[in-house]
T-cell receptor, first 111, second 112 residues
Framework: TQLLKQSPQFLSIQEGENLTVYCNSSSVFSSLQWYRQEPGEGPVLLVTVVTGGEVKKLKRLTFQFGDARKDSSLHITAAQTGDTGLYLCAGVYTNAGKSTFGDGTTLTVKP | DADVTQTPRNRITKTGKRIMLECSQTKGHDRMYWYRQDPGLGLRLIYYSFDVKDINKGEISDGYSVSRQAQAKFSLSLESAIPNQTALYFC???????????FGPGTRLLVL
């Protein structure tokens, strides 16, 4: 059973379009992280959100943490081909010292 | 040089064989993790360690064992490999206030 459910699982769009990826759970997390993974490599952290309702922006990427700290979204504005990759959310249990990962969203941005 | 290294990068083995995957880190972190990745299932935690004397089972530890030889080294063993252990395996360390995880490049394992 996946504690963190991401949607959609696959997304294929044209360059310049906007998109949103969702990460939902019934669990409350200390914080939530988003990672991006390219083929042949390990995931790399994009952002950590800590406070319920928090919004963080990283250039064209906007991350939001739900008020109840159970869910999150990633919005990409004007997608570029370089955004192609697997996006993973991870709920962090700080006291337990571990994280649980979502099932991933594979994004393909076509030129 | 990479902060987290894994060897081997690719491995083909036969059912019933014992194999070991190795991980080394230069980040100075106490916490280390082993995950497996399967298509559509994200990353699932196999084992994790908070220091040399503290090792914990993750959500899918059956069929696996680990050894924390030093702060910088954490190895994963498959005692008797089976085909459904075919997967991509990642080692990671974590540290800092936000518990950022730093991943190695992965080991692609095929069990025939």
């Amino acid at each position: 059973t996946q504690l963190l459910k991401q949607s959609p699982q696959f997304l294929s769009i044209q360059e310049g379009e906007n998109l949103t990826v969702y990460c939902n759970s019934s669990s409350v997390f200390s914080s939530l992280q988003w990672y991006r993974q390219e083929p042949g490599e390990g995931p790399v952290l994009l952002v950590t959100v800590v406070t319920g309702g928090e919004v963080k922006k990283l250039k064209r990427l906007t991350f939001q943490f739900g008020d109840a700290r159970k869910d999150s979204s990633l919005h990409i504005t004007a997608a570029q081909t370089g955004d192609t990759g697997l996006y993973l959310c991870a709920g962090v249990y700080t006291n337990a010292g571990k994280s649980t990962f979502g099932d991933g969203t594979t994004l393909t941005v076509k030129p | 040089d990479a902060d987290v290294t894994q060897t081997p990068r690719n491995r083909i083995t036969k059912t019933g064989k014992r194999i070991m995957l190795e991980c080394s880190q230069t980040k100075g972190h106490d916490r280390m993790y082993w995950y497996r990745q399967d298509p559509g299932l994200g990353l699932r935690l196999i084992y994790y360690s908070f220091d040399v004397k503290d090792i914990n089972k993750g959500e899918i530890s059956d069929g696996y064992s680990v050894s924390r030889q030093a702060q910088a080294k954490f190895s994963l063993s498959l005692e008797s490999a089976i085909p459904n252990q075919t997967a991509l395996y990642f080692c990671a360390t974590s540290g800092g206030a936000e518990e950022t995880q730093y991943f190695g490049p992965g080991t692609r394992l095929l069990v025939l």
